[in-house]
């Protein structure tokens, strides 16, 4: 068996090679969902609100298609750093498994919770029924996403980013130029509203999710995916999450993150809760690309680290942190340069942009120091030491993040707050990077 190229090639040009695609698919998807929120606010504000109430289930959803991924990924990479592609197929087929799993499992909670979970948040009747159309509507048809998210990481663990980013953008494309004509009623069609969001949203997924079965058939030659070599295997699938799990709860963070956030918010008004719901779509787009960085970062080190090769994960690491700071320095410039500017992208008032303005601002200063333990954390994943993973993110995005925001917003007031994210994404850098460097004198018997 010939040895992939994610032991043998350079590490700055593998990892430029395989971040690359995944960082415009990323970015592609990103813009989606700016572009998505920005039709919406054109139907109506009411709109707005209902999808905005709607997405943190949609980020749990896709929290546990990608944190699933993660374990795909490392594990499938692992076993062909170890030359052993008959374990690497059954793990991708128990991703596929999983895949179809978790759509039925979301399917019926998000058919029979839909309203239920939103009347926790909302006592409008307009803004509860289009939440509930559109969050039935993207749960009951989520197999799309999640079977999506497992072939686009069936490809980045064999190699094969190039394709990942054609799945993503042709399901983004799909999404965005359906959006209008469903949302508004174009071509003859009836004006849908919030509905129409919905149905383009999975329709892309869908289209993504069978170009992604057909590319891997056609393009993936190290592993077999077949139903007929499918052997269901319990320790396979505790292996699988045993790094899943804690990839899904770092992930699941950010919705109940954003959910207990605005709870804080709401007493400092409407304006503050919406002002944060357009900073955190806005800073996605920042985000996903260094996320397409640990993306195409996780097999690398799962691959060296199953081959043994540690000096090659160390390389690997050094320049995805530099990129990383290079990528989130760009970010940051950007919303201390234009942030007026991207709030009026989504009709923002006067009140709007006083709120939000220094918000962005503020914020944007934690990006450099957020990109380094979201690196060193993709690291921890890959070499099995996933808990320390999840300990950075819970302490990043919930137990430090939000007593501090609550304490300097009730004592100081709402501009003051914002600071919480700069205190707390710099603490947790240097912690990140401690022990970092404890594993690699530790595990991987290398200098730091």
């Not at 663990?157 to 953008?169: C, K, L, P, R």
């Not at 304006?271 to 960085?293: E, P, R, T, W």
């Amino acid at each position: 068996m010939t040895e992939n190229k994610m032991g043998v090639m350079d590490e700055r040009q593998l990892l430029i090679q395989m971040s690359l695609p995944i960082m415009i698919s990323m970015l592609v998807q990103a813009l989606y969902n700016i572009v998505d929120s920005m039709f919406v606010a054109r139907v109506s504000t009411e709109a707005l609100t209902a999808v905005s109430l709607c997405y943190p289930v949609q980020m749990i959803l896709v929290a546990v298609a990608c944190g699933t991924g993660v374990g795909v990924n490392a594990l499938l990479s692992r076993y062909l750093g170890q030359q052993d592609p008959q374990m690497a197929s059954q793990t991708a087929l128990h991703g596929i498994f999983l895949g179809l799993m978790n759509g039925l499992v979301f399917a019926l909670l998000g058919f029979f919770g839909a309203r239920s979970f939103l009347a926790l948040f909302t006592h409008q009747a307009n803004i509860l029924e289009m939440g509930v159309v559109y969050m039935r509507i993207c749960t009951v048809f989520s197999f799309g996403v999640f079977v999506q998210i497992t072939y686009e990481r069936i490809m980045q663990a064999t190699g094969n980013t190039f394709y990942n980013m054609v799945i993503q953008g042709v399901g983004a494309l799909v999404n965005i130029i359906l959006d209008p004509i469903f949302i508004f009623g174009w071509l003859g069609l009836p004006a849908m509203g919030v509905a129409g969001a919905a149905i383009a949203t999975v329709a892309g997924q869908i289209v993504a999710m069978i170009l992604g079965i057909w590319i891997t058939q056609k393009k993936v030659k190290e592993i077999t995916i077949h139903v007929r070599v499918f052997r269901l295997s319990a320790k396979l699938l505790g292996n699988l999450y045993r790094i899943a799990t804690p990839a899904i709860l770092m992930q699941s963070i950010t919705s109940f993150m954003t959910v207990l956030m605005n709870m804080i918010l709401v007493p400092f008004g409407e304006l503050a809760v919406s002002c944060f719901s357009i900073y955190y779509k806005l800073q996605q787009f920042v985000f996903m690309a260094v996320s397409g960085l640990r993306n195409a970062l996780i097999p690398i080190v799962s691959y060296n680290y199953g081959a043994r090769k540690y000096h090659r994960i160390k390389e690997a690491t050094r320049y995805s942190l530099l990129f990383s700071c290079a990528l989130m320095g760009a970010g940051t410039l950007i919303f201390q340069l234009f942030n007026r500017e991207l709030l009026l992208l989504f009709e923002a008032t006067q009140e709007m942009l006083a709120i939000g303005s220094p918000a962005l601002s503020i914020i944007s200063w934690s990006f450099v120091l957020a990109g380094i333990s979201m690196v060193l954390g993709s690291v921890f994943q890959a070499v099995d030491h996933g808990g320390q993973s999840l300990m950075i993110t819970l302490f990043r995005q919930m137990l430090l993040l939000l007593p501090l925001v609550y304490l300097l917003a009730f004592t100081f007031g709402l501009a003051i707050s914002w600071w919480a994210f700069v205190i707390t994404e710099g603490a947790m850098a240097v912690l990140s990077l401690y022990l970092y460097r404890r594993i690699c004198r530790q595990s991987l018997q290398i200098p730091a």
